[in-house]
């Protein structure tokens, strides 16, 4: 069984040094880019059902040349190789980019399933899956929390969480599934894979590779633009009222009273 | 401390371990570390999690099933776990130390016969060169091995064996020709336990290091295969010499590892304890030790990582280079520790917080594997040559 798992750097958010630069892309030098932490968890995912299936984990990633940095801890999780599309033209890229070159991409590939993971830590769009599903005409799993394919059948199960409960669905392979992470925590790298991650492939494509213009692909046909970004604002003090819950709705009334909020 | 220590000499892929070794160290050997200093029970579950991310695999050769990392890579790693628990660094500390003279002098076949479980963290391994009568003199030894036939008897008595007692293989040496000059007299041997007149007599009582057995074993004729001797009679000295070069950096890693955990427990502190209406960190007293301890465990970290890479080259002082990180280091610590206590004060010298612990913990790193003033002795005989002798 052969998985493709999109897995996308970001800025690493226990660092807090993200910053945008003087032309509101992110600037990169100025914190140290991680796996996105819901990719992780689909890629946990993925290494599990290999092991358990047979097979191989392909990570798929449309970043800037560093991106093959950040991609070495997760081929040292386990995966098997790496595909990294990055072109300078592709820096600003937005939503519909990303998804048309991804989907480029994976026509490139073969594959039984392609995971991504619930949403990214910079971004936060969450459509990159449905999107590629969308475009390569794959049947689309959603919020997966349980994922089980049957390779002899070609057929995947899947079970979606829903606000009142589960879905349980069924699809041929190859299928796209968004993963979350109730699917499980992510491992750690073991040693033996950190010392052989960088003899594991990474191949890298180019628009060009990919048969993809930059004139409507990529920044040049950015379909949004960042027009300004502000950090919220400083939460106040905060005041912890005590007491029982009489005394505590006595104590809020008093003090929403005294802000006129009330 | 937000930012890791600087990695200007590491590879990516020791980056990469050290960070991965860290975040697996705070998550789950650090919120065990207080319960077995209490307990003073080895860490059996610290055991299998560091077999299974193949920590204890790192200093053996990849051809026989290990990572086949190399000095500096195997210092990371007990760097980092010492930042949580010494104890737990202990295991892959003593680990590499006690399979050294099998990597330095063993055959192929010796290690394609013992590498496999000892990378594998299924079987762990000890070192037994001291007794009673025989510390910084190692030479003193006082077992013997008496050659019968294919086999050796060895008898005697070791002591402050650590993880002696939970080894399944045994590092011993032993005097096979007490005739001989002083660096002869001395073979070594790979004993495997438990076996007949093989004895683990008692546990010690320790100040720091608590979880890790420091046992005195009881050898009374053992009966050793010649097949288990490493490298030929005679050799044991040399072998013992070689293993410090390498293993005395080890223990300079456990001890940057925990001046590191203890600054940063003190600068947690000093951020968030607030007297006389200010953090205490604002204190220009409080701020100067932090300041010092802080310099003071670059340079030893600075002075170790040079120490490896020195040692890997092939030095012809590699002992010098050993026995410097190792007082450097162990003296930091015990500075570092000792100051970290005093920022929290009163609340240093209960075992609320981390740091009396570490503080205990890191006077070890001043008496073993060669006491300072053993350390002070290489260096200063590589300056000036060895006097009388």
């Known amino acids: 069984m052969h998985i493709v798992v999109l897995t996308k750097p970001v800025p690493d958010p226990a660092a807090a040094a993200e910053r945008l630069g003087p032309d509101l892309r992110l600037d990169r030098a100025a914190s140290p ?10 890629l946990e995912a993925a290494l599990k059902l290999v092991e358990a299936h047979g097979g191989e984990v392909t990570l798929l990633t ?8 950040t991609m070495r801890k997760a081929l040292a999780m386990g995966a098997t190789r790496g595909v990294l599309v990055t072109d300078p033209a592709l820096a600003g890229s937005c939503v519909r980019s990303t998804d048309e070159v991804l989907a480029a991409a994976l026509r490139e590939l073969t594959f039984d399933l392609v995971f991504s993971g619930f949403d990214t830590s910079d971004g936060n769009a969450g459509v990159v899956g449905a999107a590629i599903a969308a475009r390569l005409g794959l049947p689309y799993l959603s919020n997966a929390a349980k994922i089980e394919p049957d390779p002899a059948a070609g057929r995947v199960r899947v079970r979606r969480i829903t606000p009142a409960g589960h879905d ?19 491992r750690y790298p073991s040693l033996k894979g950190i010392m052989s991650a960088r003899s594991k492939e990474i191949a890298s494509r180019s628009l060009a590779d990919l048969g993809l213009d930059g ?48 | 401390m937000s930012t890791p220590p600087s990695g200007h000499r590491l590879t990516e892929e020791q980056i ?67 930042r949580a628990c010494t104890t737990s660094s202990l295991i892959l500390a003593v680990q590499d130390l006690g399979s050294l003279p099998l990597r330095l002098g063993g055959s192929e076949d010796q290690l394609a016969r013992w590498v496999p479980r000892l990378a594998s963290g299924e079987t762990l391994i000890c070192f037994g060169l001291t007794e009673p009568e025989a510390g910084s003199d190692a030479a003193a030894l006082r077992t013997t091995a008496v050659r019968d036939g294919d ?119 000093a951020r968030e304890r607030k007297q006389f209406g200010q953090r205490i960190g604002d204190f220009q007293m409080v701020a100067s030790m932090l300041a010092d301890m802080d310099a003071q465990v670059e340079a030893a970290r600075q002075l170790l990582y040079t120490a490896c890479e020195v040692i890997e080259s092939g030095a012809p002082d590699a002992a010098r280079w050993a026995a410097m990180c190792k007082l450097v280091a162990g003296d930091t610590a015990m500075r570092v520790t000792t100051d970290a206590v005093q920022v929290f004060g009163g609340y240093g010298y ?5 740091v009396e612990r570490m503080m205990r913990d890191a006077k070890i790193t001043q008496l073993y594997e060669g006491t300072q003033q053993i350390q002070r002795l290489v260096i200063a005989r590589a300056l000036l040559g060895r006097g009388r002798d």
């Open chain 2, 350 to 354: 209960v075992d609320e917080f981390p």
């Open chain 1, 33 to 42: 880019a991680v796996v996105n932490g819901n990719d992780e968890y689909a």
């Open chain 2, 16 to 82: 990469l371990l050290r960070d991965t070794l860290r975040e697996l160290a705070d998550a789950r050997i650090a919120p065990r570390a207080a319960d077995i200093d209490r307990s003073g029970e080895f860490p059996e579950d610290i055991r299998r999690l560091l077999a299974q991310h193949d920590v204890l695999g790192l200093p053996f050769p990849a051809e026989h099933g290990g990572v086949g990392g190399d000095l500096l890579t195997v210092c990371l790693a007990i760097e980092q776990i010492a």
């Open chain 1, 215 to 262: 004139a409507t692909v990529g920044g040049a046909a950015a379909t949004t633009e960042v027009l300004d970004s502000r950090r919220p604002p400083a939460r106040g003090a905060t005041t912890v009222v005590r007491g029982s819950a009489a005394e505590g709705a006595a104590a809020i009334v008093a003090l929403l009273t005294t802000r006129r909020l009330i």
């Open chain 1, 62 to 69: 449309m970043a800037p040349p560093s991106g093959a940095d």
């Open chain 2, 151 to 269: 086999d050796y008897l060895v008898s005697g008595t070791k002591r402050f064996i650590t993880n002696g007692s939970v080894a399944g293989l045994v590092t011993i040496f032993a005097v096979t020709n007490p005739e001989a000059p002083r660096h002869r007299r001395l073979s070594c041997f790979i004993v495997e336990v438990p076996t007949q007149g093989f004895r683990v007599a008692r546990l010690e009582h320790k100040m720091g290091i608590r979880g890790s057995p420091t046992a005195e074993l009881e050898l009374t004729s053992v009966r050793v295969p010649a097949a288990n001797r490493i490298g030929d009679e005679g050799d044991g000295w040399d072998l013992a010499m070689r293993t410090f070069e390498r293993s005395r950096p080890g223990i300079a890693a456990q001890a940057v590892g925990i001046a590191q955990g203890a600054l940063e427990a003190a600068s947690a502190y």
């Open chain 1, 168 to 186: 349980l669905l069924e699809a041929p392979m190859p299928a796209l599934v968004v993963c979350t992470q109730v699917l499980g925590e992510p």
